[in-house]
C-alpha cells in the first residue's frame, strides 16, 4: 500500500499545482480591451519601436550592442547576488540536511516499485544538460524570428542563461564539495536538473508569455505549466535517489533564483511587459489620442 502511495504522489502533486493554477486563473480579473483611437508612447529613454536610438551615455553604439551590453552588466551582478544567497542556503543545508535526508533515501529505497522506476529514468530526462540547454537553443532562434522589437534579446538571454547557470553552479559545488547519496555520489547541491528546468523552461515560458499574450490568466497557466515540470523532475530525481530531498529542495529555491534574475534583466532592458500586446490592452497612462478621433 505504501508503494501505491508513493507512486500516486507524482499525479497528485500535478493536480495540486493545477488545481491552484484555475483557482487563480478564475480569480483574475479579464483585461478589458484597448479603446478605439489610442497608441502606446514608447517608454522614455528607450528605443521605440522603429528602433529609434535612446540618448545617453554610449549614444554612438548600435541600439543592439548597448542594449547587450546593459542585459549582461544586470546579469553579471545578480549572479553575485543569487550566488551569495545559495551560499547561505548551502550553510543550512550541508549541517542540518542529513538528518532529513538519509531517513527519507532509506524509505524511498524500501519502497520504490522497479517498473515505476524505469518511467521516472525516463522522465528525469527532462532536466538533462543538453535536454534544456536544446530546448533554449531552439526557443531562442523561433523568438528571434518572431519577435517584434530588440530581436537580439531572446538568443542573448538564452545564452546568458547557459553560461551563468553552468558556472555559478560549479562555483557552489566547488564550494561545498557535498555528496550525494550512494545511486549519485558526486556533488549534488543544489539539483542541477530541478534547477534548469525552473530556470530554462520558465525562461522560455516567459519571453513566449511576454511576447505573444501579457495577459494575467496565461501568465498564471504558464507558471503552472512550468511548476509541475519542476516538481516532476524533482520527483522523479528524489524517486531514484539521484539527489537528497534537500538538494531537490535548494535546485527549486536557486532556479527560481536564477529566474527571477533574468526576468528583471528583461524587464530593465527592454521595459515593463504592461504594454499593449496582440488582443491586450494598454495601460491608461500609455495611451494618447490621435488626432480628429474620439479620445
Known amino acids: 500500500m505504501t508503494k501505491i502511495l508513493l507512486v500516486l504522489l507524482w499525479p497528485a502533486g500535478i493536480t495540486g499545482i ?5 483557482l487563480l486563473a478564475r480569480r483574475a480579473a479579464p483585461q478589458a480591451p484597448a479603446g478605439p483611437g489610442t497608441v502606446t508612447k514608447p ?6 519601436r522603429h528602433g529609434t536610438p535612446a540618448a545617453g551615455r554610449g549614444a554612438g553604439l548600435p541600439p543592439a550592442v548597448r542594449g547587450a551590453a546593459r542585459f549582461l552588466a544586470i546579469v553579471v551582478a545578480g549572479a ?3 550566488y551569495g544567497l545559495t551560499a547561505l542556503l548551502g550553510l543550512l543545508v550541508v549541517h542540518a540536511g542529513p538528518t532529513i535526508d538519509k531517513p527519507i533515501m ?27 540547454w536544446g530546448a533554449g537553443a531552439a526557443a531562442a532562434v523561433c523568438l528571434a524570428v518572431a519577435w517584434r522589437r530588440d530581436r537580439w534579446l531572446p538568443p542573448v538571454a538564452v545564452a ?21 547519496p550512494p545511486d549519485s555520489p558526486h556533488g549534488t ?19 513566449l508569455w511576454r511576447e505573444f499574450s501579457r495577459q494575467r490568466r496565461a501568465g498564471i497557466w504558464a507558471g503552472a505549466a512550468v511548476a509541475a515540470l519542476a516538481f516532476s523532475e524533482g520527483y522523479s530525481r528524489g524517486y531514484l535517489t539521484l539527489h537528497w530531498l534537500t538538494d531537490i529542495l535548494s535546485g527549486w529555491v536557486y532556479g527560481a533564483l536564477l529566474l527571477l534574475l533574468f526576468v528583471a534583466a528583461v524587464r530593465l532592458t527592454e521595459g515593463s511587459p504592461g504594454g499593449p ?3 491586450g490592452a494598454a495601460p491608461d497612462s500609455a495611451r ?4 480628429g478621433l474620439p479620445g
Open 288 to 291: 494618447e489620442p490621435i488626432a
Open 277 to 279: 500586446s496582440r488582443g
Open 160 to 180: 546568458a542563461a547557459i553560461g551563468v547557470d553552468h558556472f555559478t553552479t560549479l562555483y557552489i559545488r566547488h564550494t561545498f564539495e557535498r555528496p550525494g
Open 80 to 82: 553575485v547576488v543569487v
Open 18 to 22: 493545477l488545481a491552484v493554477a484555475a
Open 189 to 207: 547541491f543544489p539539483s542541477g536538473g530541478c534547477d534548469r528546468v525552473v530556470l530554462f523552461y520558465g525562461l522560455i515560458a516567459y519571453l
Open 106 to 132: 532509506n524509505w524511498t529505497i524500501a519502497h520504490r516499485v522497479h517498473g515505476w522506476a524505469a518511467v521516472m529514468n525516463r522522465l528525469t530526462k527532462l532536466g538533462d544538460t543538453w535536454t534544456t
Open 43 to 48: 517608454p522614455a529613454g528607450r528605443a521605440s
